[in-house]
């Protein structure tokens, strides 16, 4: 016998969360993070309740494909980026932004042409130690993106390993900071 268990999605606070993170950053852009089909709480419902974002974040090729499908035009971020070559023809067809996080991937990027336009995140590693280029590898990654004719636009970006203890983010803000400035 199913477990009687039932969630309601409250949309109007996907949207009150959204202005709440305007109001602490509002020089800043915000993604919306809804990968894994919205965390459950269903892909274009969410993105629905939040296209006042700047952009969505994801991890699922397909959902990033119905996002654009429906219409929406803000940049779409790949979190996880590639793992493949044949994911760089959908990264360029639809427009999506990679996250670039290892060696493998700057590999893979040589076979997309010139002029493909394509958004590259370049992922540094400040803590969280799961994604990125350690603080050692990363110039030669950014020279390597800056080379590639098929890259249009680099954006630099981490992932906190922390916000919650004693130290917060500062000590990886310190890190991200030095290494954006050169």
Do not use: C
């Amino acid at each position: 016998m199913p477990r009687p268990i039932s969630a309601t999605i409250a949309l109007g606070a996907l949207r009150d969360n959204l202005a709440v993170a305007r109001r602490h950053a509002p020089r800043s852009r915000a993604l919306a993070v809804i990968k894994a089909n919205a965390y459950g709480h269903g892909l274009l419902r969410a993105a629905r309740a939040m296209r006042g974002a700047d952009g969505f974040a994801l991890l699922e090729f397909e959902a990033a494909a119905a996002l654009r499908d429906a219409g929406y035009t803000q940049r779409i971020v790949m979190l996880e980026g590639f793992f493949d070559a044949r994911d760089l023809p959908v990264l360029v067809e639809y427009k999506l932004g990679a996250v670039v996080h290892s060696a493998g991937q700057l590999e893979l990027l040589r076979e997309l042409p010139a002029g493909s336009g394509l958004d590259v995140l370049l992922k540094i590693n400040t803590g969280m130690n799961r994604l990125g280029f350690a603080p050692a590898e990363f110039p030669a990654a950014l020279a390597a993106l800056q080379a590639n004719p098929a890259v249009a636009q680099i954006t630099l970006m981490t992932h906190f390993a922390d916000a919650d203890d004693e130290r917060g983010v500062a000590w990886q803000m310190a890190a991200f900071e030095r290494l954006a400035a050169g």
